[in-house]
Nanobody, 124 residues
């Protein structure tokens, strides 16, 4: 099973930007679909963005489309989430997840490997 380690969370003012990184190990990176999910206080974990194995196709939930960009560097076994125009409602713990398939999915149960999460807090 893949191991994932997120970094880059923090405290940012509304309107600012932040980039999250997720380092992957324990498998062949290009066999995996990668995604970012988030869990706000008192809520369930929700899909944010997914990138296919090649990096050429990305999927976004409506709440972040146009503000967030998911990308991956297959030479560095790393996936990124660039977050811009941040809003207080983006405050959450952000999780990196890996699906052992080149067939993309945005469904949480389809992702077997998860990082420990990184806190993102946006203040007004």
């Amino acid at each position: 099973q893949a191991q994932l380690v997120e970094s880059g969370g923090g405290l940012v003012q509304s309107g600012g930007s932040l980039t999250l990184s997720c380092a992957f190990s324990g498998g062949t990176f290009t066999d995996y679909t990668l995604g970012w999910f988030r869990q706000a206080p008192g809520k369930g974990r929700d899909y944010v963005a997914v990138v296919d194995w090649s990096g050429r196709t990305q999927y976004y939930t409506d709440a972040v489309r146009g503000r967030f960009t998911i990308s991956r560097n297959n030479a560095k076994n790393t996936v990124y989430l660039l977050m811009t125009s941040l809003k207080p409602e983006d405050t959450a713990v952000y999780y990196c997840a890996a699906r052992d398939s080149r067939n993309p999915s945005t469904l949480e149960p389809d992702f077997a490997s998860w990082g420990q999460g990184t806190q993102v807090t946006i203040f007004s």
